[in-house]
């Protein structure tokens, strides 16, 4: 049996065309045999997509093709069975929903920090500065109990909506130290990270591309514990990537 390919990816970027962007990408997705849900929002795309190797791909390369898309980067990883059960495209007010409008990443990332570069801070204690390193998860508590880096911050968010109160709590526990903000495919934390510059944090920083893009970048995730949950079938996937065997059942979105 051929492996099934998983994409995820996402890209900040004004979109004024949505039920048309829609319409075409549900057509497109829908003739290449895809399951998963993509997500529309004036402030961009986020998408989660399965299905044939030479399908997702071939559908990427299409939606790069518009020159908003042009480079989007999109995480991997196989699985014996595709894990959704049903295409979807949506049209939201937000990719992610925060509900603070001045954050507007299409107008510029926040500064970001490679995976091979974390671990290797991690390792050392500290950031290159010599300033104290904190991991701040910006995941829901559920998905924090199924792995998480050793000692982040969890501020048990039940919705990342929570986020913008949760940070007004305990802004004054992150002065002075270079702060990492980490989620799953790197969506969340970029928000978080643009959020706390704007609330005077001088020393913040996303992970680029979230926990996949680590357990893609280091040997053995380094400082990670348990697995990593994901919002399809396979609930959780292991740093290698595959879906995990302690697991239980879940539901695909």
Not at 38 to 67: C, H, K, M, Q, S
Not at 83 to 90: A, G, N
Not at 117 to 132: F, I, S, V
Request: some cysteine; charged content about 25%; glycine content about 10%.
């Amino acid at each position: 049996m051929r492996p099934v390919l998983n994409v995820s990816a996402y890209r900040f970027v004004d979109l004024d065309d949505l039920p048309a962007l829609r319409q075409r990408l549900l057509s497109t997705a829908a003739a290449a045999g895809l399951k998963g849900t993509v997500l529309l929002a004036p402030e961009g795309i986020n998408l989660f997509l399965a299905g044939a190797t030479e399908a997702v791909r071939g559908w990427l390369v299409g939606l790069r093709e518009d020159p908003r898309f042009a480079g989007l980067d999109a995480k991997e990883s196989t699985s014996s069975e595709v894990p959704f059960r049903r295409l979807l495209v949506k049209i939201k007010r937000e990719i992610i929903r925060m509900n603070h409008p001045t954050i507007r990443p299409a107008g510029g990332r926040a500064p970001a920090i490679d995976p091979p570069t974390l671990a290797r801070w991690l390792a050392q204690g500290r950031c290159d500065a010599g300033r104290p390193l904190v991991l701040l998860d910006t995941r829901n508590g559920f998905e924090v109990d199924a792995g998480a880096f050793e000692g982040a911050i969890d501020w048990r968010l039940q919705k990342f909506s929570d986020f913008p109160a949760a940070l007004d709590t305990h802004r004054a526990t992150l002065e002075g130290k270079t702060v990492v903000s980490y989620c799953t495919g790197g969506i969340r934390c970029e928000k978080a990270a643009l959020l706390m510059a704007e609330r005077g944090l001088r020393h913040v920083l996303q992970l680029d591309g979230g926990v996949l893009r680590y357990f893609e970048q280091t040997s053995g995730a380094p400082g990670w514990r348990g697995d990593c949950f994901v919002f399809d079938d396979r609930v959780a996937l292991e740093p290698t990537l595959q879906p995990s065997s302690t697991a239980g059942a879940g539901a695909a979105p």
